[in-house]
């Protein structure tokens, strides 16, 4: 079983930039589909990116496709989610998750607490 920690968030003005990173404790983590997602209150949890067991292949939601990379790092046991140009419409509680389907559809059985990412206009 695999813990996972977020961490990057903050405030950032319109068009800047934030990197999130996701900290993964446990030996199953080089097998798992890992992905990012982000609430607000009242909403449904929004899908944004996934990235395959070996990295080979991604995924993103066309709202953030261009602006937004995720990528992973098997070694140092973390996923990230570079965040460019920005938007207040992005400002949410971000999450990363798990899932031990080879597809990147999940399901996604292991989350993180999430990070707050505020972005001004």
């Known amino acids: 079983q695999v813990q996972l920690v977020e961490s990057g968030g903050g405030l950032v003005q319109a068009g800047g930039s934030l990197r999130l990173s996701c900290a993964a404790s446990?030996?199953?983590?080089?097998?798992?589909?890992m992905g990012w997602f982000r609430q607000t209150p009242g909403k449904e949890r929004e899908f944004l990116a996934a990235i395959s067991w070996r990295g080979g292949t991604t995924s993103y939601t066309d709202r953030v496709k261009g602006r937004f990379t995720i990528s992973r790092d098997n070694a140092k046991i973390t996923v990230y989610l570079q965040m460019n140009s920005l938007k207040p419409e992005d400002t949410a509680v971000y999450y990363c998750?798990?899932?031990?389907?080879?597809?990147?559809?999940?399901?996604?059985?292991?989350w993180g607490q999430g990070t707050q990412v505020t972005v001004s206009s």
């Open positions: 446990g030996v199953t983590f080089t097998t798992l589909t």
């Open positions: 998750a798990g899932s031990r389907s080879a597809g990147i559809s999940g399901p996604y059985a292991y």
